[in-house]
């Protein structure tokens, strides 16, 4: 599954991914849904909750929170560590009591490729 992904280099969907490991004689969606789920446990996947698609972790680590920058024209997504700029939202959420295991942030536009290619 994790090669599909690699190989694939664009976000999948569940039955995308089904799709490239029918080869390999994997034909449940239970099982895909069963292998994302694996891999998302051990941070070698990420679900772009946005487009109901998976990416293969740039960065894996889960102290580091996560920006992704999702096209609305060709559905490329990229995955950035958020460098801090988010510091007083951390602050505000520490104050309250909250306790974050996971932070991701999605933002959707157009990306460089695309927007060049817009007439103008």
Known sequence: MLEALKVSGKPM?????LEAVRKEGIRSPLTVYRALSLLIESK????VQSIGAYIVCKYPT???AIV??????CGSVEELPEDGALSSLKQEI??????VEQSIIE????CGACFSETPT
């Open 44 to 47: 070698k996947v990420r679900r």
């Open 62 to 64: 889960p102290d580091v």
């Open 13 to 17: 969907t569940a039955y995308e991914a």
């Open 107 to 110: 933002v959707k536009g157009r």
């Open 94 to 99: 520490d104050q309250i009591g909250f306790h």
């Open 68 to 73: 992704l920058a999702i096209c609305d024209d």
